[in-house]
């Protein structure tokens, strides 16, 4: 089902005049309303009547994810807080979170975004869909729980909730889709199994994004669930969930270009790199009122295609992700940074200064390890001391990081060091 035809099937050139519009209008809006921008702009001699179209766009400076934490809480906002309906925040591990502000109209379109997606996998109001990402700063579960209210489904709002309840309530109210990360969905067939009641299951849907998954893992959602499993893009900083999403055809994910001003570019040059050749995702948010972003670097790696889809719609389409052309890594649906592991290791101070993460893909869920080197004095103390020192480091590790984490310790001289930059994380995960 197509939700919005006028919207997601116009022709391109009735798009281009849109988003031309939408454009100009934004930036004018910005650089009246966030000292920041106008400050930015100024600075590479760019005043508003400068912009007319969307080529222009390459005239306006980048924003990054600095520039937000420049600005920390409020300081890019372009409405002022009386019509800041509700914020979102990362959970600022790295530093200082992010901030996002919507304003009531912002709602209504994130809505109407998600809307779109769960419109695309066939969800309406005959559906009970279990949303178990989380609700709170985290944007996921509430992005998802307004679209699915929208497009008249029933919600079942469980959020992160323990897998036996999770499995429970899919199976006790015959939900008919899930929204969750693909490792967890795949780590509740697998529970399911087990018990050996997986006929109880009565998905026909599955809204799957927050982390990077592959084909193969599709395949494993569909066969065993006998149903279909959708890709769903999105990040806080732009929106939430609902930036982009799949179709039936899953030849990339239709991004919502009525809101969202998509660019690929060349990470090292900055340029813009053509049609179907890949590079870094860069956004301009066209409509959103309170916290508009200009060209922001998503650092997500993948190309775009501008052609017609088999399903009718016209929305250009965005590649699978192959990377980052950062060092974050997404584990679980949490970004995570190499740096972070080393702030903690570094608070605690009872570590060597070196460490290797690494990452792999057991039982369809995504491990993280740390190996930590430590003086060899622990070594020779009792069993105990070294257990009770692992503990308290993987304590701290979960305090910074937001998720569990497996600590071994080494001995010392036990990471491979290099005269060159170090290698600090293997990643084992095929996501080919």
């Not at 005239?59 to 937000?68: A, I, V």
């Not at 569909?222 to 769903?232: H, T």
Request: glycine share 8%; net charge negative.
């Amino acid at each position: 089902m197509i939700w919005n035809e006028s919207k997601e099937c116009m022709s391109r050139d009735e798009m281009h005049h849109m988003q031309s519009v939408r454009l100009s209008k934004l930036v004018k809006r910005i650089y009246h309303n966030v000292p920041y921008y106008r400050k930015k702009m100024q600075e590479v001699g760019i005043e508003p009547w400068d912009i007319k179209t969307v080529e222009d766009i390459s005239k306006l400076p980048f924003t990054t994810k600095e520039d937000l934490r420049d600005n920390y809480p409020f300081g890019l906002f372009a409405v002022p807080m009386t019509e800041v309906v509700r914020l979102h925040a990362s959970s600022g591990t790295t530093g200082k979170a992010t901030v996002v502000g919507y304003s009531r109209r912002d709602i209504e379109i994130w809505t109407e975004c998600v809307t779109r997606v769960l419109a695309m996998a066939g969800i309406g109001k005959d559906d009970k869909i279990q949303v178990s990402y989380g609700y709170g700063l985290f944007t996921g579960g509430l992005g998802l729980h307004y679209g699915a209210e929208n497009v008249g489904a029933t919600v079942v709002p469980m959020s992160t909730s323990g897998t036996k309840k999770q499995i429970t309530m899919m199976e006790d109210f015959k939900c008919t889709a899930v929204a969750c990360t693909p490792s967890y969905l795949l780590h509740l067939i697998e529970e399911i199994k087990e018990k050996g009641n997986l006929s109880e299951v009565h998905l026909k849907a599955a809204i799957c994004g927050g982390e990077p998954w592959t084909d193969n893992m599709r395949e494993n959602i569909e066969n065993n669930l006998n149903s279909k499993a959708y890709d769903i893009y999105g990040l806080s900083e732009i929106m939430g969930p609902g930036v982009a999403a799949d179709c039936r055809y899953h030849k990339g994910l239709h991004i919502y270009e009525d809101h969202f001003l998509p660019e690929i570019i060349n990470s090292d040059t900055l340029e813009q790199v053509p049609e179907g050749e890949a590079g870094e995702l860069v956004i301009t948010t066209l409509t959103k009122e309170a916290f508009p972003l200009i060209r922001y670097r998503t650092k997500d790696l993948t190309s775009i295609s501008y052609d017609k889809c088999d399903c009718g719609r016209t929305l250009a389409r965005i590649s699978r992700f192959t990377g980052r052309s950062d060092d974050m890594l997404v584990i679980r649906g949490v970004n995570v940074f190499p740096s972070q592991v080393e702030a903690a290791l570094l608070e605690l101070g009872e570590t060597k200064p070196y460490y290797m993460i690494i990452v792999d893909r057991v039982d369809n869920m995504d491990t993280f390890e740390v190996w930590v080197e430590v003086d060899e004095k622990f070594f020779s103390d009792e069993i105990r001391e070294l257990e009770k020192l692992r503990q308290k480091i993987a304590h701290g590790l979960r305090q910074a990081l937001g998720l569990n984490v497996k600590v071994k310790l080494v001995e010392p001289k036990t990471i491979e060091r290099t005269s060159g930059k170090s290698t600090r994380v293997i990643d084992k995960r095929i996501l080919v």
